[in-house]
């Protein structure tokens, strides 16, 4: 049992190239999520799939798109890299369910960066 | 939506004194409140959550206490040890629909100097 598990774990890109970050989980969840971290900004989500099929904007969306491939599978995709999006990227995936399951679980995270 | 905010940002204390962070929530309908732990490096991982029925939990040094009424909860650790130094996140979740994010605080940077 991996948990959730993100590659790759460290990127650098040049301003302009895309790139995907690839997220898995095996806990049979049904909600995933992509945030981004940076200092002092704490964790900020990007995307989020509430379940398979759906997806929606988190609070810093610009610049990303991602596609919930399946169940398992959740991926971030940059068209165009900026250096604004030097960060720390995290998968994350939880049960959903408001009464139990709200426990979020993280992968190891992805560091990329743009130059 | 919901807002969080966690203070200190930083926090540094004696081995074996206590450490006490903060959070204020904005929406009152908001009803689990998890504690992440972040060491340098790491990926965050839950160390303790309180839901809204309940008002205090403890598991063995580390306690949450919650005040619906003032909207805040705050995270005490108590016996401080250095293996405690790490990033420390507060998240508050609301029930409009089943799968709504977690909403995180800021973080806060523990020391525990030895």
């Known amino acids: 049992n991996a948990g959730v598990t993100q590659t790759p774990k460290f990127q650098v890109l040049k301003t302009g190239q895309s790139m995907t970050l690839q997220c898995a989980q095996d806990?049979?969840?049904?909600?995933m999520y992509w945030y981004r971290q940076d200092p002092g900004m704490g964790l900020r989500l990007i995307y989020y799939?509430?379940?398979?099929?759906?997806?929606d904007k988190g609070e810093v969306p610009n610049g990303y798109n991602v596609s919930r491939l399946n169940k398992r599978e959740f991926s971030l995709r940059l068209e165009s890299a900026a250096p604004s999006q030097t960060s720390v990227y995290f998968c994350?995936?939880?049960?959903?369910?408001?009464?139990?399951?709200?426990?979020?679980?993280f992968g190891e995270g992805s560091w990329l960066t743009v130059v | 939506g919901e807002n969080v905010e966690q203070h200190p940002s930083t926090l540094s204390v004696q081995e074996g004194d206590s450490a006490v962070i903060k959070c204020t929530y904005s929406?009152?309908?908001?009803?689990?409140f998890p504690w992440y732990k972040q060491e340098l490096g790491k990926r965050p991982q839950l160390i303790i959550d309180?839901?809204?029925?309940?008002g205090e939990k403890k598991d063995q040094r580390i306690a949450v206490t919650l005040n619906k009424t003032a909207k805040h909860f705050s995270l005490h650790i108590t016996e401080t040890q250095p293996e405690d130094s790490a990033v420390y996140f507060c998240?508050?979740?609301?029930?409009?629909?089943?799968?709504?994010?977690?909403?995180f605080g800021k973080g806060t940077r523990l020391s525990v100097i030895a």
């Open positions: 994350a995936s939880s049960a959903g369910s408001t009464t139990s399951g709200n426990t979020i679980y």
């Open positions: 806990m049979n969840h049904n909600s």
């Open positions: 799939s509430a379940s398979e099929g759906t997806t």
């Open positions: 929406d009152s309908a908001s009803n689990y």
């Open positions: 309180i839901r809204s029925n309940v």
């Open positions: 998240a508050a979740k609301t029930p409009l629909s089943g799968n709504t994010p977690l909403v």
